[in-house]
């Protein structure tokens, strides 16, 4: 049974620790150690071996991929412990009943020494190594969970992302669960978290994709909720190592059914989702772009206005807000929340009725180090607008313009905690609009 970090006693985490430490002494060219298994998410060496580099992001192999990952990852780590009961604990960032929650647990900050505590290092935001907690927006995952759809041809409005017709390393849009939390968790953390080469280092990686596991399974109790039932989600074959070091082959058909397939389950599970709303996915050629503005580019914050053209007689349908073309200078302090029409004089606040969702940046690398038109090197994101497009026009604030404003939410700091102020990097936006479907 998986557990909350929280609850596992010192006998527990010495046998966590232990696992982890023996994982570490082994050579990258044992697929059993700690550098191979973080490589078969992500290695910038250039050099490659057996399922080096095949972490899903982007597409409705997200989550399945990440559950085989997970499995094989913790028969390795089980083995290691030499405890024959160990399983893989969760980071639950999103226990609202708990203040420290979006804290790292303390066993991953003290001893802040890796060389005495496998669980700490060195490589995250010095923030988050004081006790700093990440951002509350970067686990507002309630829009997600509302949502009833697993996967659709473009993966907007949907829980699970886009159905692809091949495996894809770094794929965009992300779904709004991939972005938020995940995604954001990622960056937040920061540091080797921030990139898909160095964030399976980071032990903290297991627990925070634990928690994104439980997550989804937390999904599936909501009424109208099922994860796909044919096509190649079930079938695409991916490559693992088992704690034996042997080559294993796996797909989605074989990891629907946790505790039948993979022999595991959670100790507890999220609220379940109440909606019940059939999301209305709407496929891209359908969507009519009604208004936009190009090339903007910000640092800090960045307020934008697009005129909307519509006919009276048009007032209704679906709509979307899209971010194309957007590339970075460097990974920013955390993700930006979204907003579209906060009245002036009033302070986003990701709990208000203005609040569209996050864009964030984990999958994306500085513009200068990749080549244009490579993976990595600009993102796309879609937000589902409509109920706030019907609640403005309710309020007489949907009048032709939106403005949509980009609020960076770094990691709070713990009292006391001062950190020399970097200049943000720039964030470029190629083309945001606004279409209806
Ligand atoms: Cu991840």
């Known amino acids: 049974m998986r557990r909350n970090i929280d609850d596992l006693n010192a006998t527990e985490i010495a046998t966590l620790r232990a696992g982890i430490a023996a994982m570490k002494a082994r050579p990258i060219s044992d697929p059993t150690s700690w550098e191979y298994q973080a490589a078969i998410h992500g290695h910038s060496s250039g050099a490659s071996q057996p399922a080096w580099n095949s972490c899903q992001h982007g597409s409705f192999f997200f989550l399945s991929w990440h559950r085989m990952y997970l499995h094989f990852f913790e028969r390795i780590l089980r083995d290691a412990s030499g405890d024959p009961n160990f399983a893989l604990p969760y980071w639950d960032y999103t226990d609202l009943t708990n203040p420290n929650a979006r804290q790292l647990p303390d066993e991953f900050l003290t001893p802040a020494d890796a060389s005495t505590n496998p669980l700490f290092t060195s490589n995250r935001r010095a923030v988050i190594n004081a006790g700093g907690s990440i951002a509350a927006s970067a686990v507002s995952f309630a829009d997600a969970y509302d949502l009833t759809v697993f996967s659709s041809t473009n993966g907007a409005s949907t829980f699970g992302g886009q159905e692809v017709g091949a495996p894809i390393h770094a794929g965009f849009p992300h779904s709004e669960f991939e972005s938020t939390p995940h995604d954001d968790v990622h960056v937040q953390v920061g540091g080797g978290m921030g990139s898909f080469e160095e964030a399976a280092l980071d032990p903290i990686f297991w627990l925070h994709h634990a928690n994104i596991d439980r997550l989804w399974e937390g999904w599936l109790q909501g009424p109208g909720r099922s994860n796909p039932s044919s096509g190649l989600w079930l079938t695409q074959m991916f490559t693992f190592f088992d704690e034996n070091g042997?080559?294993?082959?796996?797909?989605?058909?074989?990891?629907?059914?946790?505790?039948?397939?993979?022999?595991?389950?959670?100790?507890?599970?999220?609220?379940?989702?109440?909606?019940?709303?059939?999301?209305?996915?709407?496929?891209?050629?359908?969507?009519?772009?009604?208004?936009?503005?190009?090339?903007?580019?910000?640092?800090?914050?960045?307020?934008?206005?697009?005129?909307?053209?519509?006919?009276?007689?048009?007032?209704?349908?679906?709509?979307?807000?899209?971010?194309?073309?957007?590339?970075?200078?460097?990974?920013?302090?955390?993700?930006?929340?979204?907003?579209?029409?906060?009245?002036?004089?009033?302070?986003?606040?990701?709990?208000?009725?203005?609040?569209?969702?996050?864009?964030?940046?984990?999958?994306?690398?500085?513009?200068?180090?990749?080549?244009?038109?490579?993976?990595?090197?600009?993102?796309?994101?879609?937000?589902?607008?409509?109920?706030?497009?019907?609640?403005?026009?309710?309020?007489?604030?949907?009048?032709?313009?939106?403005?949509?404003?980009?609020?960076?939410?770094?990691?709070?700091?713990?009292?006391?905690?001062?950190?020399?102020?970097?200049?943000?990097?720039?964030?470029?936006?190629?083309?945001?609009?606004?279409?209806?479907?």
């Open 246 to 437: 042997n080559q294993v082959p796996m797909s989605g058909a074989d990891i629907v059914n946790t505790a039948q397939d993979l022999s595991y389950t959670y100790d507890a599970l999220p609220p379940a989702p109440q909606s019940e709303e059939t999301v209305v996915v709407v496929e891209e050629q359908e969507l009519v772009v009604i208004g936009d503005t190009t090339n903007v580019e910000f640092q800090e914050d960045g307020s934008f206005t697009i005129i909307v053209i519509e006919e009276e007689s048009e007032e209704s349908g679906t709509y979307e807000l899209t971010l194309a073309d957007v590339e970075v200078e460097a990974l920013p302090g955390g993700h930006y929340e979204v907003y579209v029409n906060v009245p002036e004089g009033v302070t986003p606040n990701y709990d208000s009725r203005y609040y569209v969702g996050n864009l964030s940046f984990f999958g994306l690398k500085p513009r200068d180090q990749v080549e244009p038109g490579s993976e990595g090197r600009s993102s796309i994101h879609q937000y589902d607008i409509t109920d706030l497009v019907a609640d403005l026009r309710a309020t007489n604030e949907w009048t032709g313009e939106a403005e949509v404003t980009f609020v960076l939410a770094a990691p709070e700091p713990p009292p006391g905690f001062a950190e020399p102020e970097d200049e943000p990097p720039a964030i470029y936006i190629g083309r945001i609009s606004i279409s209806r479907g």
